[in-house]
């Protein structure tokens, strides 16, 4: 299984978030149990999923893949200050 693929990015990038990942041709739950696939991003008072989609230049859509709790929670737009989340951010220039 191709995990970058389905956080739709490549190994180069879940390789240098992962830099304890010495043997990168191993699978998940071989040697590696938490992989991380994106930057880590704590939510601030006033936050909100569209805004920080926004500022770090991707969609509301990235953030509920690589936050499947928010998408179970059914208010997808409210956050609670304080609270983690993992946000792959777009190194591409936005229009």
């Not at 041709?25 to 704590?42: A, C, K």
């Not at 956050?79 to 936005?94: A, D, E, N, Q």
């Amino acid at each position: 299984m191709d995990i970058a693929f389905l956080f739709q990015t490549d190994w180069i990038q879940l390789w240098s978030l992962n830099p304890d990942i010495t043997k990168p041709d191993f699978g998940v739950g071989d040697e590696v149990s938490i992989l991380n696939t994106g930057h880590l991003y704590q939510v601030g008072s006033g936050d909100y999923l569209t805004g920080i989609a926004y500022k770090m230049g991707v969609t509301v859509k990235s953030l509920l893949l690589h936050n499947a709790d928010l998408a179970q929670s059914g208010s997808e737009d409210t956050l609670p200050t304080g609270k983690t989340i993992c946000v792959m951010p777009s190194s591409c220039k936005r229009e």
